[in-house]
């Protein structure tokens, strides 16, 4: 069974998820505060063998290189956001006036691609719109939404993203069966029905243009 512990992280409170199963941990979306979340690591003894992004913005991914050379991984992201990473360092710069920490040496997954953590699997699915490679992974505890879906709200596409690409993900993201509990990139946990019920951007409306 998968266990599932969080924390906002860096200037813009990401939120990055580390998943443990047995004593292996799988890290999503490190966006910063690598002392913290190393700190949360080694008091529960894991031992990271994954570390995954959502997708290539600076604020999810500005700590991964401190945890790729700490523990001698490869980030992974979704091949449609292999450029966007290597402007990650940039917009940070631009945005923040600081620069990431540490170099990321990156492997592409596609869609669709399963990773362990312990003895559990942990799905990419592919959902363009908030970027190209925008990616949310499925595990038997929940679904990362990364930026593409929020509690009430969703991403925004106008940083490497497309409009038309969200509408069509939304509409699968909204087909999802079964009340999976959602973890987002930013803000409070919420539950797929939910948002099926109450969040606008997953409405005819939204996703027809109407
Ligand atoms: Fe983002």
Do not use: W
Not at 13 to 41: H, M, S, V, W
Not at 103 to 119: K, L, N, P, S
Request: aromatic content about 10%; hydrophobic content about 40%; glycine content about 12%.
């Amino acid at each position: 069974m998968i266990k599932i512990n969080s924390m906002p992280v860096g200037m813009l409170r990401t939120n990055c998820y580390i998943l443990q199963d047995g004593g292996k941990c799988a890290i999503i979306d490190p966006g910063g505060d690598f002392a913290l979340i190393n700190q949360f690591i080694s008091a529960n003894s894991l031992d990271p063998v994954l570390v995954l992004a959502t997708h290539g913005h600076f604020d999810h991914v500005f700590s991964a290189g401190e945890f790729l050379n700490a523990y001698g991984l490869k980030l992974h992201i979704n091949s449609a956001d292999i450029e966007l990473l290597k402007e990650a360092d940039q917009m940070s710069l631009d945005l923040t006036g600081s620069r990431m920490n540490g170099d990321i040496e990156a492997i592409t997954f596609e869609d669709g691609q399963e990773f362990r953590v312990g003895d559990s699997k942990i799905q990419a699915m592919g959902f363009p719109g908030h970027t190209l490679g925008s990616t949310i992974f499925k595990s038997e505890s929940g679904l990362f939404t990364g930026d593409t879906v929020f509690k009430g709200t969703v991403g925004r596409v106008d940083f490497g993203g497309s409009i038309l690409d969200m509408r069509q993900s939304l509409d699968r993201f909204r087909k999802i069966s079964g009340n999976h509990l959602l973890f987002p990139g930013h803000g409070d946990f919420t539950a797929l029905d939910d948002e099926k019920r109450v969040n606008p951007y997953l409405s005819d409306a939204f996703i027809y243009g109407k």
